[in-house]
Each structure stands twice: as C-alpha cells, then as structure tokens.
C-alpha cells in the first residue's frame, strides 16, 4: 500500500514502500526541514561531528599531485667552456622511475611533456684546476624553442673537486617554445666536469609542481 500525502491546494506526495518481506521504520525528527534529493546542494556548514573517513579510489576528476617528474645525468666529462652541455642520458639504474611521460632530450635541448611550473634543480661536480680556476655552471631558458636563451641560474665551483647545486623555476606555458638548457663557462685546461654513465654525479631534475 503507498502512502498518499495530497497538498493543501494541489499536487500530491506518494510515499511507496519496497515490495519486499519485512518490517521497516522511516522516522522523522521533531524539527523544521527541508528532504534532500538528488537535486539538492549540501552546505558545507552542515556538515559538522565525527565524519567518516573517506576512501578516494573512486573519486574522479581531482586536480594536484605530481604529474611528470625526471631525471638526466650526465655520461662523459665536460673539459671546456660551452654554452649547451650535450652528454646526456635519462637515468638507467635498475631502482629508477618517472612519473608521466618524462622529459626529453634532443641536443642538450630539454622539453617538457606538458604545461606547468616545473622546480628544475642541478647537482653538479666540478673539478676545477685549483683556487684559482671558478668554473661556472649556467641554466638557461629559452622561450622559443632555443633560439635565444635568457640566464636563470648561475653557481659557481672552484679549489679543485667540489659539488654544487642550483634550483630554479620555469612556467611551461607552451610546450613547443619553452625549453632550458645548460651551459659551462670559465673553465680553465685542465679542469673538467664530472659525468658518470653508472652514476648521478652530475644530474638534473626535474618535477612539475602545478598549473601554469
């Protein structure tokens, strides 16, 4: 049997009940208020106490997290001033990972797989040839596919081997323009900088923090 609940000037409610076995109890409480339906908005002021956990699997459609993250190491020593390091090669050890589709590589020219800010940061040994001898190591954006460069970070190593490290940040607004490359200057004979097929000695990283 449903339950028939017929307005004051028009218009009906039919309460129906399961066609099932069994006794259930529907009870209201003794307050003024609105019955939520699919249709309705949950104010965030409602939600209030002890909330369940809640388990994300099945949510769809979040934005944030780290999306694309990689890294290059450089394979052979670089003995003379440059203005783009060539040696590269995406890390190979047994124990590594990316996270996306990675960076690529093309010439000492690095680009990015997708739009974003991305923190690029350089480990970088050095072994100059004494006190004397300041090797710079130079990161380089370019915001039109290489052919101009504007200087972003400069770190500078010298009193023979020594490592050091920069960071900086790039807005990746177009894919097909932005690129960063690196460059070595003040180098004097003698002097190297330190690659390693089998190892990080010299490497960059790179790891997309957000949204541009």
């Not at 072994?127 to 370019?142: C, E, K």
């Not at 400069?154 to 020594?162: F, I, K, L, Q």
């Not at 790039?170 to 190892?199: L, P």
């Amino acid at each position: 049997m449903a339950l028939v609940i017929k307005g004051s000037s028009s218009g009906q409610i039919t309460v129906d009940v399961p066609a099932a076995a069994g006794t259930n109890t529907l009870t209201l409480p003794a307050t003024t208020g609105t019955v939520l339906d699919t249709n309705s908005a949950l104010a965030s002021s409602k939600l209030s106490g002890a909330l369940p956990a809640i388990d994300g699997s099945a949510l769809t459609g979040l934005g944030g997290g780290i999306t694309q993250a990689d890294m290059y190491r450089l394979t052979t020593n670089v003995t003379g001033d440059t203005g783009k390091v060539t040696n590269w090669e995406r890390c190979d050890d047994a124990s590594y990972g990316k996270i996306g589709d990675g960076i690529s590589e093309s010439g000492g020219l690095f680009s990015f797989p997708a739009t974003g800010i991305y923190a690029v940061r350089c480990m970088v040994m050095m072994n100059p040839t004494d006190g004397n001898d300041s090797v710079l190591w130079n990161s380089f954006v370019s915001p039109d596919g290489g052919s101009n460069v504007d200087l972003v970070a400069e770190t500078v190593g010298a009193d023979r081997s020594v490592t050091v490290c920069s960071e900086f940040f790039v807005d990746v607004t177009n894919t097909t323009n932005v690129k960063v490359q690196f460059g070595v200057g003040s180098m004097q004979s003698g002097g190297f900088i330190t690659g390693n097929t089998s190892a990080n000695n010299t490497a960059i990283t790179f790891v997309r923090l957000g949204d541009t």
